[in-house]
């Protein structure tokens, strides 16, 4: 299609995505109290005693409520905004690009998931228990609603995005961009990388859920690396193991 009808095509398919996002938090706005009260489950332990959380402000409300919306929104509007961003992408790509395409989404949007459940059920009771324990022997803590709650959306957000790191160590290696002999030779330097950057996305920096969402990406890397290896000796061979980007591209030539 012309640069024209491209553009017009990605502006129809942004305005469905934007427009299903705004009708689905209308609508989840009503129901917030409740989704409020699911979110705070693994972190009322932590809670200072005898409080509920306390909103300081006159707007405080209606932003908190309108934050929560915006954020399961984007939850369940997710196949909807998966499906007009592949509609855009599928008819530019050949027919073995799209078989990749598929099972790729679908694996994004798997850890994605599995990194917030992970955070949900594991890291913020753990999280919130170290951050409110540094202020007890100095001062009275105040249950923030806004602040509590941002932290706890961005907690979820920051491990769904951390949980895709496998899948792009998947394909680095089955795409011979970095020989797999080089992920496995070059572990220490790997696990130094990963921390740092578990340590840029982490948005509370507290060590208890950097250490904990480091060990759960250490797995991650592991695991990916063990698919990656089979999906390679099953297609090329167990020599392909070493093989950098050009003898792969020499061999896929050849072939």
Avoid at 39 to 64: H, K, Y
Avoid at 197 to 212: E, H, K, Q, R, W
């Amino acid at each position: 299609m012309p640069l024209m009808d491209h553009l017009g095509e990605l502006r129809r398919r942004f305005t469905i995505i934007v427009v299903s996002l705004l009708v689905t938090a209308v609508v989840i706005y009503f129901a917030t109290p409740t989704l409020i009260d699911i979110m705070l489950d693994p972190i009322r332990t932590a809670l200072p005693e005898g409080q509920d959380l306390t909103v300081i402000s006159v707007l405080g409300g209606f932003t908190i409520r309108f934050k929560v919306a915006v954020f399961f929104g984007a939850i369940v509007c997710l196949p909807i905004i998966v499906w007009e961003i592949m509609g855009f992408i599928l008819p530019a790509l050949r027919e073995k690009e799209r078989k990749w395409l598929v099972p790729t989404v679908a694996a994004m949007i798997a850890l994605f998931f599995a990194g917030m459940i992970f955070c949900y059920v594991i890291i913020q009771r753990a999280a919130f228990e170290w951050l409110l324990a540094q202020s007890y022997d100095f001062a009275n803590v105040i249950a923030d609603a806004e602040d509590y709650l941002t932290i706890m959306m961005l907690l979820e957000i920051g491990f769904g995005v951390g949980f895709q790191m496998p899948l792009v160590i998947f394909y680095l290696s089955v795409l011979h961009v970095v020989p797999y002999k080089t992920f496995r030779e070059q572990w220490r330097i790997i696990y130094v990388g990963l921390l740092t950057m578990v340590a840029m996305i982490t948005p509370d920096g507290s060590p208890v859920t950097m250490l904990l969402m480091f060990a759960a990406l250490v797995v991650l890397y592991e695991i990916a690396l063990a698919i990656a290896r089979q999906v390679i000796m099953a297609r090329d061979g167990r020599e392909a193991l070493t093989w950098s980007r050009s003898e792969y591209e020499d061999h896929a030539f050849e072939d």
